[in-house]
């Protein structure tokens, strides 16, 4: 069993609809909750990220990690086309390398 | 600084042959990471570099695959008699080191794709 589980749809949704997104784990020593964006055959890039349990919001991103159930989770509201894209969440602990142990990636396509 | 480059973008080998990959970090990142990404795959943790000193390998390095960081500065990533499975998005990452209390993003360059015919 993978430490990350990350469901890899592809999920499709209209223009303006909210999307979730959502990761589970099983590694208690993760600390640091990362969602990336990744478009074709370009390299990850950061959304936000998360220390520990809580919430966070960002223009139209809103990240919420809940420890105790090991689940985090990736609203987008208003979606946009140019929202499409692979998103992959990523977590790492405070110890050694902290290398980012990432999900699968959710492919999400916004249809005009 | 334009962010982390690799070079190449795109690489074609055979078989048995042997394929070097180059990464450069942002200047002032001391952590240097290398990461591999299969298709439909999230990438996977391979290696990482603080300063000059590899201080971490995944078990997925196996011992036909070398990584460098001469200098603390660019990073090579050799790959000796590939194989078909090889055949991967190779990506590099660089960080400052994560200090107490601080975060400290890994920035990603484009990834180097590798097919082994």
């Known amino acids: 069993q993978k430490e990350v589980e990350q469901d890899p749809g592809p999920l499709s949704v209209p223009e303006g609809a909210i999307v979730s997104l959502n990761c589970t784990y099983s590694?208690?020593?993760?600390?640091?909750f990362m969602w990336y964006r990744q478009y074709s055959r370009k390299g990850p890039e950061l959304l936000m990220y998360?220390?520990?349990?809580g919430n966070k919001e960002d223009g139209r991103f809103t990240a919420q990690v809940d420890k105790s159930s090991k689940y985090i989770s990736l609203f987008i509201r208003d979606s946009q086309p140019s929202d499409s894209a692979t998103y992959l969440c990523a977590m790492s602990s405070l110890q050694g390398a902290q290398k980012l142990v990432f999900g699968q990636g959710t492919r999400l396509t916004i249809n005009p | 600084d334009t962010g982390v480059s690799q070079d190449p973008r795109h690489k074609i080998t055979k078989r048995g042959q042997n394929v070097t990959f180059r990464c450069d970090p942002i200047?002032?990142?001391?952590?240097l990471y290398w990461y591999r990404q299969t298709l439909g795959q999230g990438p996977e943790f391979l290696t990482y570099f603080q300063n000059e000193a590899q201080l971490e390998k995944s078990r997925l390095l196996s011992d036909r695959f070398s990584a460098e960081r001469p200098k603390g500065s660019f990073s090579t990533l050799e790959i000796q008699r590939t194989e078909q499975g090889d055949s991967a998005m190779y990506l590099c990452?660089?960080?400052?080191?994560?200090?107490?209390?601080?975060?400290?993003?890994?920035?990603f360059g484009p990834g180097t794709r590798l097919t082994v015919l």
């Open positions: 990452a660089s960080s400052l080191a994560w200090t107490s209390g601080t975060y400290n993003e890994q920035f």
């Open positions: 590694n208690s020593a993760f600390q640091y």
């Open positions: 200047s002032e990142h001391n952590r």
């Open positions: 998360t220390y520990s349990s």
